[in-house]
């Protein structure tokens, strides 16, 4: 009974922490019942053909990954990251453009003294140990996440996060 209501508490707190920072994704309401209502204010991702093309640059086994079992995944990742271009940095940096990217480079934001010592680039392989377990990876950094322990779960997260991250070509 104790260990169902402590995972219950745990699964509870997931939820609450997965809506944290989430920007609002529905359309405005109008002014008045004769105004149409305003475009979304989150911009537009990429088209399902442009998504799948972005994972299909990924190598094996990313490239395989599901785009939208990712999403929820990334879920709880929203507590404290956005991915889009232009989305603010909270808890943790915004992630738009991150493969490729040297860790620590976004200006202005305040990161542990380990990652900005690290010398990791990211790109997938490299996202998917980091999201693992980051503090194996960095004992000092200040990210709290436990990390995602199923390898499926990360596969479809770096896919995910490539589709989000990356302007469609």
């Avoid at 640059?57 to 785009?67: E, M």
């Avoid at 950094?141 to 770096?158: A, H, Y």
Wanted: hydrophobic share 40%.
């Amino acid at each position: 009974m104790r260990v169902v209501v402590s995972l219950m508490a745990v699964a509870a707190g997931a939820v609450l922490l997965s809506g944290c920072g989430k920007k609002q994704e529905t359309a405005e309401q109008p002014a008045s019942p004769n105004e149409p209502a305003s475009a979304p204010a989150v911009p537009a991702g990429p088209t399902h053909e442009q998504a799948e093309a972005l994972v299909a640059t990924l190598p094996a086994p990313y490239n395989t990954g599901d785009i939208e079992k990712g999403r929820l995944t990334f879920g709880q990742c929203r507590a404290c990251h956005t991915p889009e271009q232009g989305g603010p940095n909270m808890t943790g940096p915004n992630l738009w453009g991150v493969f490729g990217r040297k860790a620590a480079s976004i200006q202005g934001f305040n990161y542990s003294d380990g990652l900005k010592a690290s010398g990791i680039t990211w790109d997938a392989a490299q996202i998917d140990k980091w999201i693992t377990d980051p503090r194996a990876i960095v004992p000092d950094t200040r990210m709290s996440f436990l990390g995602l322990k199923n390898p499926q779960d990360r596969i479809n997260v770096v896919a995910y996060l490539k589709t989000v991250t990356t302007a469609p070509q």
